[in-house]
């Protein structure tokens, strides 16, 4: 499982030219599933994220967390994380795993974020061709992967 991790001031989904869904301060999680992801990978994430200390206290030092700062999750499936450029110039997206494999394992992930962390967890739509606005927070962007826990 790989992220990619964004501290945000505000980031909203449009589907259809129609608002889906929407957070303020927070993060954007964009997450790429593959066929040996399971719930280890999914509790480890969750974890991670929901204890993350990326937020600024009193003295302006990444000191806090998403939990501390009252923030808000939006999570959205993201394949193109596990492309392959090595040959070519078309991306091989043969790691990324199959969509009725990836969308239980995304909406697991979505869950156990929520209840890991007590906060809001907003999303995407699964497959859906998604427009992504947010205001990158720093910049902070951190990336993830479940197979490097080390």
Known sequence: MKSVVQRVTQAHIDIDKIRHSSISHGMVILLGIEDQDGPTDINWLANKLASLRIYS??????NLSIQDVKGEFL???QFTLHASTKKGNRPSFTKAARPEIAKPLYETFIEVL??????????????????????????VTITFDTK???
């Open 57 to 62: 206290d009193a003295e302006g030092k990444m």
């Open 75 to 77: 999570v959205i499936s």
């Open 114 to 139: 929520r209840s890991t962390s007590g906060l809001r967890v907003s999303s995407g739509v699964f497959a859906a061709d998604m427009k992504v606005t947010l205001t990158n927070d720093g910049p």
């Open 148 to 150: 490097q826990q080390e």
